[in-house]
């Protein structure tokens, strides 16, 4: 079998769609098949084929169509597996020829448009055409790859039966890698990035959206009367950077040197909104948390419906109430002052991050499997 894996994004690990797909590439070759990838021009991956487009978003996305039609046919290529929905729509009619179109589905971009974007003429739209090609590619496609449990209960019975399970995993080696490396060079990262010692640290890892209460988590540390590292970006961030003299930014970092900043905090945030679970969306798998358990970060997080339910409280998590500034400051200062509790969930973390191996997870989805039958 040869599978074919396709983005249209920048090739690295330092982003979550393009690592996803990497990582599944990785699995799927351990375990016999034959693969390529193919995306923008990124960063060098070893032990993969991989086929790089031009950088330029919009030359890709032209490109990205006809070079995956091609490869199918030039190069017998019989399954691709797919990460946006407006690609896969565009795709539909290798299936004609008896290739087969998988869908990384990951999320339903014209849900998010409708509850969380300003209601303008550009955004309907948007959100109309959004809607058009993501039913029809979940509807055509072959097979579906769900990220979460959450995703998979928005299908339909029949996109249901053709779909499998396939959460965000981890590389642990990574992860040890990154705390062996902040162990050696801790001073030199706290110097270079203006992290002072003389309070606690929070760590946030990851770019805000707006489905995310960055608010509550700023105003959370500052009450708390401590440092708060943020590496990743987001909407408003120099007005938050005006308002918060707590929180030190990095901005978009890779992977390695942004596990490392992480490993230097004494808890990890995870400040989502109290309405996500009025709108439907589940957010099992979340990248940023499985890093932190990789990291074994003890955890702080808004209790929502639909968060983690691999999470347990006071053994891997504390809770906060969601929107409460208050409540998630009592929360740090009550995580930070107890040194044996601290202990307890990141010892606990540790040995859950395991669970979440990549290779682990693909095996366990049945995605082998079902492209096997496809």
């Not at 490869?71 to 399954?79: A, G, L």
Request: proline share 3%.
């Amino acid at each position: 079998m040869k599978v074919l894996l396709a983005i249209d994004a920048p090739i690295t690990y330092s982003e979550a769609p393009s690592s996803r797909l990497i990582y599944i590439a990785r699995s799927l070759k351990k375990e016999g098949l034959k693969v390529e990838l193919i995306g923008r021009k990124g960063e060098e991956v070893a032990g993969l084929k991989i086929t790089p487009l031009p950088n330029g978003k919009y030359i890709s996305r032209l490109i990205l169509p006809f070079l995956i039609a091609k490869k199918m046919f030039t190069e017998k290529y019989t399954h691709v597996i797919i990460r946006g929905a407006y690609l896969a729509f565009f795709l539909i009619p290798l299936k004609i020829f008896n290739r087969k179109i998988i869908l990384d589905f990951h999320d339903w971009n014209f849900r998010e448009i409708r509850f969380y974007y300003e209601k303008t003429l550009y955004n309907i739209l948007k959100s109309i055409f959004y809607y058009l090609t993501e039913r029809t590619a979940t509807k055509c496609s072959d097979l579906i790859i769900c990220a979460s449990k959450g995703l998979r209960y928005f299908l339909t019975e029949e996109e249901r039966e053709k779909s499998v399970i396939l959460e965000n995993g981890l590389d642990l080696t990574e992860a040890e890698k990154a705390m062996r490396e902040t162990k050696q060079h801790k001073e030199e990262l706290l110097q270079k990035y203006g992290i002072p010692k003389n309070k606690p640290l929070a760590a946030f890892f990851g770019h805000w959206e707006k489905k995310l209460d960055i608010d509550t988590m700023f105003e959370g540390c500052k009450k708390a009367g401590i440092n708060l590292i943020v590496v990743g970006e987001g909407p408003d961030m120099e007005r938050y950077k005006r308002n918060y003299e707590n929180v030190i930014f990095t901005g978009r970092l890779p992977k390695l040197l942004a596990l490392e900043l992480i490993s230097l905090s004494d808890v990890s945030i995870t400040p989502y909104k109290e309405d996500v679970g009025k709108h439907g969306e589940a957010y099992y798998s979340t990248r940023k948390v499985k890093d932190y358990l990789g990291l074994g970060k003890p955890i702080i997080m808004a209790n929502v419906k639909g968060r983690e339910d691999f999470l347990k409280d006071h053994e891997n998590a504390i809770f906060y109430r969601p929107g409460s500034s208050d409540d998630l400051a009592e929360k740090i200062k009550m995580v930070l002052s107890d040194d044996s509790l601290r202990e307890k969930i990141s010892k606990n973390n540790l040995g859950l991050a395991r669970k979440f191996d990549w290779h682990v997870l693909v095996k366990e989805s049945g995605l082998i499997e079902k492209l096997s039958k496809i």
